[in-house]
């Protein structure tokens, strides 16, 4: 959901209107003398039901809340939207400041991607190794598909931390749960590292090794992530599915993996759950 959209939600037209100018009810909606123009028969509007307003006077116009404040207040778009996202309690953060949080959360992604392969390549890796090959899993694909394995005791944060990352960074990207003392989500798993389909890296999937629960485990929600807005593979799979027009639909990582060992290059997953919305417009 944008911001906008967010505001615009909080905020009901007829309350935020009426702080502004005197509303009197008629019928299912609301007039007023226009705040635009000088008239003396109410020619404004407030629609509830669809959360606008318009004058039928000389101004001709309407909009939303936002164009509202935008003509009220006489300024532009971003500036309507922070007074309103004020008004509302909401934060409004701006594209470069959202563009910089991302950037570090995908270096953090990249960096802890690239320790997890190294740990399941090295001795420590031998069972994990062992369970890939009992799985027909070769080492072809633990390269392509990049997987690695996550260390115990908390490892992972220690040697993040060790390169520069902020723990508060660290937990926006889900990668540790920011308690005292803090742990990592990730431990003693083989790990599967989720990128979109212009390959940023967003996440990870993580399958247990032994008998912990759950037998699997996501990243958690964050500003890259959202388990339902995610096609496992689809940074391998594009291309072939615009070449043929279509996508194989699988249930999860190994799943895909084993099928585009076999050729199948086409194949993605619905990360273990029914297909969603978001999901299917990926594909199409």
């Known amino acids: ?12 037209i007829v309350d ?9 009810q008629s019928g299912r909606n609301f ?3 226009c705040p635009f123009h000088s008239e003396k028969t109410a020619s404004f509007f407030v629609f509830p039901e669809r959360q606008s307003w318009r004058c039928f006077g000389s101004c001709a116009t309407g909009g939303d809340i936002l164009t509202f404040v935008m003509q009220k207040e006489n300024v532009g778009f971003g500036e309507a939207l922070r007074n309103l996202g004020d008004y509302a309690g909401i934060r409004i ?29 090295s001795d420590r890796g031998v069972p994990a190794r062992e369970y890939l090959k009992a799985r027909e899993i070769n080492t072809d694909s633990i390269e392509m598909f990049e997987l ?8 992972l944060h ?8 902020d723990i508060k960074d660290l937990a926006a990207a889900g990668l540790v749960t920011p308690s ?5 989500t990730f431990s003693n798993r083989l790990m599967f590292p989720i990128r979109d389909a212009n390959r940023r890296l967003i996440g990870f999937g993580g399958r247990a090794l032994g008998q912990s629960q759950p037998k699997y485990l996501n990243t958690s929600k964050t500003a890259l992530f959202e388990k339902g807005s995610v096609v496992y593979g689809m940074d391998k799979a594009k291309s072939e599915i615009q070449r043929k027009q279509t996508a194989i639909i699988v249930e999860g ?16 997953a619905s990360m273990g759950t029914a297909i969603t919305n978001s999901q299917v417009s990926i594909l199409t």
Request: net charge negative; aromatic share 6%.
């Open 180 to 184: 005292n003392p803090v742990k990592d």
């Open 253 to 268: 990582y190994m799943d895909v993996i084993a099928c585009h060992a076999q050729g199948t290059l086409n194949a993605v």
């Open 148 to 155: 690695g394995l996550s260390p115990p005791k908390n490892e």
């Open 93 to 121: 953060i701006s594209k470069a400041y959202q563009a910089a949080e991302h950037e570090v959360l995908l270096r953090a992604n990249e960096e802890t991607s690239v320790y997890f392969q190294n740990l399941l390549l």
């Open 31 to 33: 007039k007023a003398l």
């Open 158 to 165: 220690q040697h993040l931390t060790s390169k520069g990352f």
């Open 16 to 24: 935020f209107i009426s702080t502004h100018v005197q509303l009197q």
């Open 1 to 12: 959901m944008s911001q906008s959209q967010e505001i615009k939600d909080r905020i009901d």
